[in-house]
């Protein structure tokens, strides 16, 4: 009910004519943490009411996710796709994911043996208990040619990423098979481990020209408050950095679960202050 109230109270303000000295500078953004947390402990109550109902519960482990949507006011060009990468203070990831890394071919290595390199180097490098799986662009050309390959390869994995020396050469293979599914691999610098661990383990979205509503993970369910406040902070941060002309560009910025509705957390038509003024929760 508390997500209900608090998306019913911001969509009757939009359906008002708000006075001038109520719209949000478009030059800065500060939210609210108080409000912040208001809305994630909303979204945790509101995942507890409804996971009562399996019915209603997404399959896999996305149900437990909660994600940041960004609206822009004007769509990037039309010919935009780029992967963003964003680095949590806090990664959701558990350890049971399974990600898949394409890799450049090694001189002089067979590709049987380019895997082998790679996985010792993950291992040793990374200390992550993700189980990956290594496909050097020599395998990819050859063994997933047809449409029914590439649909195998996409249901082998959770995630994919992709080595940032032959990124711009995975679209010619992979497609629209991947892109349509929202699956495309996120570019790392597999050369530095600092950066490669940092990447896998944080979160991601597309910038592309289809459309001005984008939306990336920045948490569980389970995570404390404080965390996903910082994971939000940070995300926001990134997103302030890569969208089209900034700060003016952005329109509004919302939290939701997999079956939730947006709780808005920044809008520039509005003063959302008074949206939350008369909703009181622990929010500890």
Excluded at 76 to 103: H, M, Q, R, S
Excluded at 151 to 162: M, P, T, V
Excluded at 178 to 188: D, G, L, S
Aim: proline residues 4%; charged residues 25%.
């Amino acid at each position: 009910m508390i997500v209900e109230n608090l998306v019913g109270r911001y969509n009757q303000k939009r359906k008002n004519k708000m006075p001038k000295e109520c719209l949000t500078d478009r030059r800065t953004l500060s939210l609210n943490n108080k409000n912040v947390k208001l809305s994630l402990t909303a979204l945790k109550s509101h995942f507890q009411e409804t996971s009562k109902s399996p019915k209603t519960l997404p399959l896999g482990d996305e149900l437990n996710r909660i994600f940041l949507q960004f609206n822009l006011v004007k769509n990037p060009d039309k010919d935009t796709f780029k992967a963003v990468n964003i680095d949590l203070p806090y990664t959701y990831k558990n350890g049971t994911e399974t990600w898949c890394l394409f890799v450049a071919d090694q001189n002089g290595k067979s590709s049987d043996e380019t895997i082998e390199f790679f996985q010792e180097y993950l291992k040793d490098k990374l200390n992550l208990c993700q189980s990956f799986d290594i496909v050097p662009l020599a395998v990819l050309r050859k063994e997933f040619k047809s449409y029914e390959d590439k649909r195998k390869l996409l249901r082998s994995s959770d995630q994919f990423f992709a080595d940032d020396r032959i990124y711009h050469r995975l679209m010619q293979y992979l497609g629209s098979t991947f892109t349509k599914n929202r699956k495309f691999p996120i570019p790392v610098k597999v050369r530095h481990p600092k950066k490669l661990k940092s990447a896998l383990l944080g979160s991601h979205f597309f910038l592309t020209g289809k459309g001005n509503c984008f939306s990336l993970t920045i948490g569980l369910i389970t995570m404390d408050n404080e965390e996903l406040l910082e994971n939000i902070t940070a995300a926001i941060s990134k997103i302030l950095q890569v969208i089209p002309k900034g700060k003016p560009n952005l329109r509004s910025i919302g939290l939701k679960t997999r079956n939730s509705v947006v709780i808005p957390l920044y809008d520039t038509h509005l003063e959302l202050e008074s949206v939350f003024d008369t909703v009181k929760m622990d929010v500890s």
